[in-house]
């Protein structure tokens, strides 16, 4: 993270003390810096090849089932997979607007709930003192350690029993709503977001807070007007990654969600377009692909440095 | 309790007495929540484990209820003994664990690896590769295991129309590279693992995996190479030590304190890796890709066998905590740092 901080302060510091070393201090020659580059070339090919690949996919034109061959930028190459996707991209209609809406709903609410609700508790087990604080923290990471595909089973028949009869609407069923897809994903969320957010709190200095304590603040006072405001980063952080969970969810929604296609989702469309049996043109398949990944992978290159240093706590911490 | 006591600061505790409830006014939202959605569910499947709970006992207006079968279904899952085709339980475990170690191991030898070579004194470019190699963590897992089934595929896939380029320049025709890298049945390399042999789709996959993983493994062993200071090289350089002999005793003892919470992490991470099993090879050939994490969603989903998924999942929560309590020894991750 600090990596471009901190080269130039070793490039200030080395020389200095490097004198008399058979190194040179400009830099590796021409000879061992061509190497270098090569090197990372090929590692780069490797790395942006399949996205290239995508992209390159995206623009055949319609009718133009699978791609003819490897080329950059195909014969007769047209942006109408796009139009066609945006319209209606599997056989299920529904635009993808819609989809974009429900997948939107699911991980907006999702997110916000669990690091909303989270934040409370990961100050409790961060900074108080209390009586079965380790057995708590300890139920907290036994459920981290369950993937959520293990409790598929149990909330599916759960939500499943919950049924209401609404007058002219018919029956409401729990399970096949996006509520009941969103109150499972939480499920998973939410000791996410403790854990992940007491993580971060750990690492701030508590400094502040026993100035504050001389002070005379309370525990509250503490919590509201200098932890949270200093948490703002690790909230965002969580926030995001729960986000991106629930933007791409597929357990919940492919099992739930059978037989309700409005409630359809940005995943469960690129699933039918990929699974076994689907025939879709490649083209209208990596358009989709490409619209569903752009939005996590802005935000992701806006808030990297805060990202990548959330990652890595969540990393060490859980 | 004793511990924890003991351990208060002087300031925190004459504040904790005047303040003894707040803690948990702070987790009852959080436990409320958790309690509805998260430990009654399962509680209840540990009781549905015992059950042969199917479709036919969801419909409410039949009013069906389930029989109570004791272990039954622990039985037939640990035995094999699943009314489900190419369901093995030692070989599924087996592959998983091999699945995870495998894909781990090069993430961590290539995180390594790249990182060093990003930090090489007077690279051109640095930031650009460092920007341009984070690229596949940002892509969510779901369109990757989707893209790249289509890059494997046997016809139109990148793969091999690129290995069919490669081929011609050695006067290979076109169509010697017509490999159905995900659904192969014979073996490729029979001879590496000879008592456990794995499908081409493995290796499809974790050529996928690979793609995948590395970057994130490269961010943190920048992050600790960074750590690493200077003078120590200089030291070493002063003593005639060679290349080599830095990077083992140095670069590698630095590097492995903040490596090996972050492998364990992967390994775990890996373990249950969903996407790849679900979306590329489809468990297949004949389930022998499949993992834990696939298995059971399909007991849920296409099977429709609730009492047996519960069972597995409880079974899964037993191999999990396993592997936890065997990580937890180096990670001490329940430990807060000032405690």
């Known amino acids: 993270m600090s990596a471009a901080a901190r080269e130039p302060i070793y490039d200030t510091i080395r020389p200095a003390s490097r004198i008399g070393l058979r190194s040179t201090r400009g830099g590796p020659g021409l000879l061992r810096q061509a190497a270098l580059q090569a090197l990372c070339i090929a590692v780069l090919l490797s790395v942006v090849f399949p996205i290239i690949w995508v992209i390159s996919l995206s623009l055949d034109p319609l009718n133009r089932s699978r791609p003819e061959g490897l080329t950059l930028i195909p014969e007769g190459a047209t942006f109408e997979s796009y139009g066609q996707v945006i319209r209606q991209p599997t056989n299920n209609p529904i635009t993808f607007v819609e989809l974009l809406a429900n997948s939107l709903k699911i991980a907006l609410a999702t997110s916000l709930v669990s690091v909303l609700i989270g934040v409370f508790a990961a100050y409790a087990f961060s900074r108080l003192r209390f009586r079965a604080r380790e057995v708590l923290m300890l139920v907290i990471l036994g459920v981290l350690m369950l993937p959520a595909v293990a409790t598929l089973t149990p909330l599916f028949v759960l939500l499943n029993s919950i049924r209401l009869d609404l007058p002219g609407l018919g029956e409401f069923n729990l399970r096949t709503s996006l509520l009941g897809v969103g109150l499972a994903v939480v499920s998973g969320l939410l000791p996410f977001a403790i854990w992940n957010l007491k993580g971060y709190l750990d690492t701030i200095p508590r400094d502040l807070e026993e100035a504050a304590a001389v002070d005379g603040a309370d525990v509250h006072q503490t919590f509201l007007r200098i932890i949270l405001p200093l948490s703002m980063p690790a909230l965002a952080v969580t926030g995001f990654l729960g986000f991106i969970a629930g933007w791409t969810e597929f357990y919940f929604t492919s099992t739930f969600l059978s037989g309700t296609p409005q409630n359809h989702t940005l995943a469960l469309a690129l699933y039918a377009m990929q699974g076994q049996f689907a025939s879709t043109p490649w083209s209208l398949f990596s358009a989709f692909a490409i619209l569903f990944a752009i939005p996590p992978a802005i935000v992701y290159f806006i808030a990297q440095r805060w990202i990548t240093s959330g990652l890595a706590i969540g990393a060490v911490k859980g | ?339």
């Open chain 2, 1 to 339: 309790m004793a511990v924890a006591s003991a351990s208060l600061t002087p300031a925190a505790a004459p504040r904790r007495r005047r303040t003894s409830r707040a803690p948990y006014l702070y987790l009852v939202p959080a436990f409320v929540v958790m309690g509805v959605i998260t430990l009654y569910p399962l509680a209840f499947q540990v009781w549905m484990s015992f059950t042969n709970m199917e479709l036919i006992h969801l419909n409410l207006r039949l009013g069906v209820q389930p029989d109570f079968i004791g272990i039954q279904n622990y039985v037939d899952i640990l035995t094999s003994q699943l009314s489900i085709p190419n369901f093995h339980f030692a070989r599924l475990i087996v592959y998983n664990i091999w699945w995870a170690v495998s894909n781990v191991a090069i993430h961590l030898v290539l995180g390594v690896a790249i990182a060093v070579l990003l930090n090489a004194k007077g690279l051109w470019f640095r930031r650009f590769y460092r920007a341009m190699y984070i690229l596949p963590v940002i892509i969510p897992p779901i369109i990757v295991a989707t893209v790249w089934k289509n890059m494997f595929d046997k016809d139109d896939g990148a793969i091999n129309l690129i290995l069919a380029l490669g081929g011609g320049f050695i006067g290979l025709p076109a169509d010697a590279f017509q490999i159905d890298w995900l659904r192969q049945v014979a073996d490729p390399v029979p001879w590496f693992l000879p008592f456990f042999s794995l499908p081409l789709a493995y290796y499809a996959m974790l050529i996928t995996n690979t793609w995948l993983g590395w970057p994130l493994n490269s961010v943190v062993a920048t992050g600790a190479l960074q750590s690493i200071p200077h003078e120590l090289y200089e030291a070493a350089e002063m003593d005639g030590a060679s290349g080599w002999q830095k990077f083992r005793g140095i670069t590698l003892a630095y590097l492995q304190p903040a490596m090996i919470p972050y492998a364990i992490y992967g390994f775990v991470v890996t373990f249950n890796l969903f996407h790849l099993a679900f979306f590329m090879s489809q468990g297949g050939p004949f389930g022998r890709t499949e993992l834990l994490v696939t298995q059971a969603y399909h007991l849920a989903n296409d099977q429709k066998l609730y009492g047996v998924g519960a069972a597995f999942a409880v079974i899964m929560f037993f191999i999990l905590l396993a592997i936890t309590l065997v990580t937890n020894r180096l990670t001490k991750a329940t430990q807060t740092y000032s405690l």
